[in-house]
């Protein structure tokens, strides 16, 4: 790979991940503020976990057909433990 | 029944139905198909531009609906692509001119004495996308890959289903290599994976394309037009050929000397 690829979210990813979300609650005929209140009601739910980075949680959407399903991701704070050599 | 009905549609409007349509419907005339192409922007009317042809309208598809003439006689001749017609949109009516039934009369009235007949729909999902759509044995999707006009398609794809028109083909048009390569822009990978449609062109954005459409010379008709070379391209797949879609990365021009080194290494 070229040496100048960063880690960095790319615009496109960002722009992706809200496109699928939304193509699919336009699909299901679902309210997109459900979105909202599922991480809402996520984050009440893990806000008592320290290690928990409630901030960062992001709800993605897989369409597949007959295998509808939303994902929620969960960062979780903290140092990886060093690993031995 | 061999495919030959194809309605060219996107939701979002300004994603260039109307320039691929034209390109597509002259590309299969110059390889010796007669080849017509119905306007179905009623009140809106820009094929006849993009295919040079609109100071020879006598007629359009509006009179045709209104009896006052027979469809044959409203078809415009391309004059330089001998088997070329269009049949004109009406520039003085609304969308709801040409119902359903009617153009589905008028295909049918037409189908025989042609290989191809490509219909370019309005923008939207009112009642014109309906009437271009009804008539078509296949549905090519347009879009661009951008947010807006990849959710008006996905909506579009809804609608044609409900109209038991199953598995449109999709165009992806005006992507942009270098927005792409600095990830800006969607790649035709992304566009795939959210609308799950069956690709059958990939054209890239080219400038030279309003100097076509000024001048009323369709690009492909151009050897030197990229994005006339990849319209010919879609015409070959739609005749069966198997052509591999455009490599993106070789494309990204006046790239400078990092770009040539990357090259050169096969960055």
């Not at chain 1, 459900?34 to 976990?49: G, H, M, T, Y």
């Not at chain 2, 110059?30 to 100071?55: F, P, Q, S, T, W």
């Not at chain 2, 000024?214 to 151009?222: I, K, R």
Request: with cysteine.
């Amino acid at each position: 790979m070229w040496p100048f690829s960063q880690n960095r979210k790319k615009p496109k990813d960002v722009a992706k991940q809200r496109l699928k979300l939304a193509i699919f609650f336009d699909r299901k005929k679902i309210n997109p503020k459900a979105v909202d209140a599922i991480k809402e009601a996520i984050i009440e739910a893990l806000s008592r976990f320290p290690f928990v980075d409630t901030r960062g949680i992001k709800i993605h959407a897989f369409h597949q057909v007959g295998d509808d399903k939303i994902e929620i991701e969960v960062p979780v704070k903290g140092e990886d433990e060093e690993e031995e050599e | 029944m061999a495919k030959k009905v194809y309605s060219i549609t996107s939701g979002k409007g300004g994603v260039g139905k109307s320039t691929i349509t034209g390109n597509l419907a002259t590309a299969l005339a110059i390889k010796g198909y007669k080849v017509l192409a119905i306007d179905a922007d009623i009140g809106l009317r820009n094929l006849d531009l993009i295919l040079g042809l609109e100071n020879r309208i006598v007629y359009d598809i509006v009179h045709v609906v209104e009896g006052i003439c027979s469809p044959e006689k409203a078809l415009v001749k391309d004059k330089r692509t001998k088997n070329l017609y269009l049949l004109p949109a009406a520039q003085t009516k609304d969308k709801s001119a040409v119902k359903p039934d009617d153009l589905v009369a008028i295909v049918e009235q037409l189908r025989d004495k042609f290989d191809f007949i490509f219909i370019d729909s309005p923008a939207g999902i009112e009642e014109g996308f309906k009437t271009a759509v009804t008539p078509a044995d296949d549905v090519l999707i347009v879009t661009n890959p951008e947010m807006a006009a990849i959710r008006d398609a996905d909506r579009v794809v809804g609608l044609c289903e409900n109209m038991g028109k199953h598995e449109p083909k999709l165009i992806i048009n005006r992507i942009d290599p270098e927005k792409v390569e600095r990830g800006e822009m969607f790649d035709v990978s992304d566009v795939l994976d959210i609308l799950s449609l069956e690709l059958i062109g990939v054209v890239p954005e080219d400038s030279n394309m309003v100097a076509f459409v000024n001048s009323g010379e369709p690009a492909v008709l151009s050897e030197e037009s990229i994005a006339g070379q990849e319209i010919r391209n879609i015409a070959e797949r739609l005749l069966g050929k198997d052509i591999p879609f455009i490599d993106l990365k070789k494309l990204k021009k006046g790239k400078g000397f990092l770009g040539k080194l990357k090259d050169l290494f096969g960055g």
